[in-house]
């Protein structure tokens, strides 16, 4: 199964890699990772989305707690909840493709945000499905680079992780 | 006041009343030794190796309840303690590592003795910091402390760029730490402790199952007092033995891949399991899929919350401190006054006693070559039970652990987890300079005792009167116990040529040594290296090369598929 774990951790040099360093020494997987400081700078919010039986989460849950800089740890995809992942896609964009991909864009409700004479830099905001099914759309050989941030994910309603 | 770093380091182990500190001096260390030789509260203890300190001080932690320390150099004096590190770390014993760094402009320049000292030792401590700024030294070196001890215990390691304790800065150590991401939770849950009790005196075929965190804990009284409230046996882990009294008829010995036949068949057996501060590993319950087969309720109390559910699903899981969860449950039942099944525990015992019955530890008593059996027991009698054993790793420690009862907690330190080589020695460095006096046995073989043989210089100069009873078979024994039954008895490099002669080699650094060949001067001569109170004695004992550890589950196994001896 398909988890998205959140949590907080002291926003230290290091903290990060405590947290990679303990998925790889003991084989759980990362899907994504996003990591970046909250509104109180002393805090960094961590998104990791993982893929494993309901064991394995509840061991990677306990285990994220047992480090000693992790304030919180919350698996949001427990309950409802939103994820968002940004996506920066740079495309040809000549002769008729130019329309073509600004119409897909359009369609997907992405930007353009950069224009050169051959080339768009397509900003998109979704969930992972989402951003899957508009690489699936474009023609593949006129995809230059792809860039994604990763799932950020947050707790509908009243579900805050907050100290 | 305004301080340097170095002077803050040992001002901050003053304050917290360390007695010794076990290290090896270095470039990036100077200052903190400078420090060191100006006063005398805090005493040094020279080593050979680093991984010789950083075991010492584990042996002195074990066999205290205080927190041992340890000093190295950056590089080369991280790396070698790297494996004494990780062995505190499986065990979860408290200590506080401080190690020197280059300099901080230095740091990631490839510099001389440089090692990302931080990021070596992440998998295998608690916690570790570098200090990079001297403002922050002494609350550091404070939290470290605290870290190491609360919760479930472990090193903490604190890495010292030479500038910074160079530098100088106001000094004031804080009186108390509060971290708003650590809170160990100490007090179990009313409700899941009231779940427990119900279960317990509901049992038909009930089992206790004790480990490491009972000793780390100072649990051991609660545990004593709950198991004669209730009546039911108890079993100990490898890490556990002396948690509860081995002599006690409760007691039915040590569990596991080498444990007795009563305790193995009682572990899978039971219908009520209380697991207490160990953690299922793979050589206590062998084959998880085979352990889950036969239903049964398990009660698990531990103070780290992912040591429960981690290999055996638990249907009452208790976080919290052990003493006081256990003191808790006997409260509890005290105050119910319901007493357990008494009939089918009576039935219960009927079946244990059967099992025990078979005297699973029968060994051949009229042999005419020495059987390691008979010298544990021997040092047993000889001791009284009193003494301090440490062990190395392999047959020595089985024996050790199986034929010497523990009758108190941390009286027994060996290296559980990582199975480390090389401990014995130097743990019983440490455990001397905490207990002077009294006597400590380091139980050994001729493979590892190899691996830290450079201590004996150390032993010299402090004058520590460790008695070392090396168990030599000419053979790394493990290894070829399981060449022998798993491998075909091929024993790759298993045999140990050009062994020394371990009595000159003891008398070259100073020590008394002894070689005893025939199990009618077993006894004498280990009356006689315990009546030399001031001097370090190496018995080494010419033992039967063919004696197998029994019983044993081979791994991978369930834990009732034990290999018995021959002899029964």
């Known amino acids: 199964m398909r988890h998205v774990i959140s949590l907080l951790i002291e926003n230290e040099a290091g903290a990060l890699s405590r947290v990679t360093g303990l998925f790889s020494a003991r084989a759980y997987n990362i899907e994504s990772l996003t990591v970046a400081p909250t509104e109180d700078i002393s805090m960094s919010r961590i998104t990791i989305v993982s893929v494993g039986s309901d064991d394995i989460i509840e061991q990677i849950t306990k285990q994220l707690n047992k480090l000693i800089e992790v304030i919180k740890v919350v698996d949001i995809s427990e309950a409802a909840h939103i994820e968002r992942e940004l996506m920066l896609v740079k495309v040809r964009a000549t002769g008729k493709d130019r329309e073509e991909m600004k119409r897909m864009s359009e369609i997907f409700r992405g930007r353009i945000i950069d224009v050169t004479e051959t080339t768009y830099v397509i900003e998109l905001t979704g969930n992972t499905a989402k951003l899957d099914s508009f690489i699936e759309a474009l023609d593949r050989s006129l995809i230059l680079e792809t860039v994604r941030t990763g799932v950020c994910g947050i707790g509908r309603g009243d579900r805050i992780l907050k100290v | ?568």
């Open chain 2, 1 to 568: 006041m305004v301080l340097t770093g170095a002077e803050i380091v040992i001002r901050c182990l003053q304050e917290e009343k360390v007695e010794y500190v076990f290290g090896y001096p270095g470039g990036s260390v100077l200052f903190i030794y400078d420090e060191l030789f100006k006063q005398d509260k805090v005493r040094h203890v020279l080593v050979r190796h680093e991984q010789g300190a950083v075991h010492a001080a584990d042996g002195y932690a074990r066999s205290t309840e205080k927190v041992g320390v340890a000093l190295v150099t950056s590089g080369p004096g991280v790396t070698n303690a790297v494996t004494g590190i990780a062995t505190a770390y499986m065990d979860s014993i408290p200590m506080v590592i401080i190690s020197g760094q280059v300099p901080t402009a230095y740091i990631g320049q490839d510099a001389f003795q440089e090692v990302d000292t931080v990021g070596i030792t992440r998998p295998c401590v608690k916690h570790n910091f570098l200090v990079k700024d001297i403002r922050e030294l002494a609350s550091t070196i404070k939290k470290a402390f605290y870290l190491a001890k609360s919760g479930r215990p472990g090193p903490v390691l604190v890495d010292i760029p030479k500038d910074v304790s160079a530098m100088k800065c106001e000094f004031a150590y804080p009186k108390a730490v509060s971290m708003r991401s650590y809170n160990p939770v100490i007090k179990g849950h009313q409700g899941q402790i009231k779940k427990a009790v119900q279960l317990l005196l509901e049992a038909k075929r009930p089992m206790i199952y004790t480990g490491g965190g009972v000793i780390l804990s100072d649990a051991a009284e609660k545990l004593t007092k709950l198991v004669r409230q209730l009546g039911f046996p108890v079993t100990n882990t490898l890490m556990g033995l002396g948690g509860y009294p081995a002599t006690d008829r409760h007691f039915v010995g040590m569990l596991g891949m080498h444990g007795t036949y009563e305790a193995n068949m009682a572990m899978q057996h039971c219908d009520v399991l209380l697991a207490v501060g160990a953690r299922f590993d793979d050589r206590v319950i062998g084959n998880p899929a085979n352990f889950a087969e036969v239903p049964r309720k398990i009660i698990h109390i531990d103070i780290d919350p992912s040591s429960i559910s981690k290999r055996v699903k638990v249907d009452v899981p208790i976080v919290g401190d052990l003493p006081e969860v256990l003191d808790d449950i006997s409260k509890l039942l005290a105050a119910g006054g319901d007493r357990p099944e008494e009939k089918a525990v009576k039935a219960w015992w009927k079946q244990i006693d059967e099992w025990r019955g078979k005297d699973c530890l029968k060994y051949d008593r009229k042999s005419k070559i020495i059987k390691p059996q008979y010298v544990i027991e021997k040092l047993y009698e000889v001791t009284k039970g009193e003494a301090f054993v440490t062990s190395d790793v392999g047959q020595h420690q089985m024996w050790a652990a199986q034929y010497y009862k523990f009758d108190k907690p941390r009286r027994w330190m060996n290296s559980g987890g990582l199975g480390t080589m090389g401990f014995g020695l130097p743990a019983a460095m440490g455990v001397q300079l905490a207990h002077p006096g009294a006597p400590v046995a380091c139980v050994t073989g001729e493979g590892s005792i190899q691996m830290c043989i450079q201590e004996l210089s150390t032993c010299k100069q402090y004058r520590l009167p460790v008695k070392i009873i090396l168990l030599n078979n000419g053979f790394l024994g493990m290894v070829r116990q399981w060449q022998q039954l798993f491998h075909g008895n091929r024993y790759a490099e298993s045999y140990v040529d050009a062994l020394p002669d371990f009595v000159r080699l003891s008398e070259s650094y100073g020590h008394v040594g002894m070689r005893v060949e025939k199990p009618g001067d077993v006894e004498g001569a280990l009356k006689e290296a315990f009546k030399r109170k001031d001097d370090l004695v190496f018995l080494d004992f010419a033992i039967d090369p063919t004696e197998n550890v029994y019983p044993m589950v081979q791994g991978g196994k369930g834990l009732t598929e034990m290999i018995l001896s021959e002899e029964l």
